[in-house]
């Protein structure tokens, strides 16, 4: 992650960090109007668009992989 020095006027983003937040309030959207009480790990996936092979949104960039499920 790039930190710009204290004092500079020039704005820095962490486009890794910015989608993680972009897929936490997915997540929080679907969580809100799912009928039971947790969303289940294939709604998870369908939420965060990950397929059997497919790199998850943004895994490109921070060189990582779809998530393990634990069954």
């Known amino acids: 992650m790039h ?3 204290l004092g500079s006027s020039t704005p820095v983003q962490d ?3 910015l989608a993680e937040i972009e897929l936490c309030g997915e997540l929080m959207i679907a969580a809100s109007a799912a009928d039971g ?4 790990p294939d ?4 939420v ?3 397929g ?3 790199p998850a949104a943004g895994a490109a ?4 992989w779809p998530r ?4």
């Open 3 to 5: 930190v710009a020095p």
């Open 15 to 17: 486009h890794v960090a």
């Open 48 to 50: 965060l668009k990950v």
């Open 37 to 40: 009480e947790r969303l289940s």
């Open 43 to 46: 709604r998870i996936d369908e």
């Open 61 to 64: 960039e921070a060189g990582e």
């Open 52 to 54: 059997a092979g497919a």
């Open 68 to 71: 393990q499920r634990r069954d």
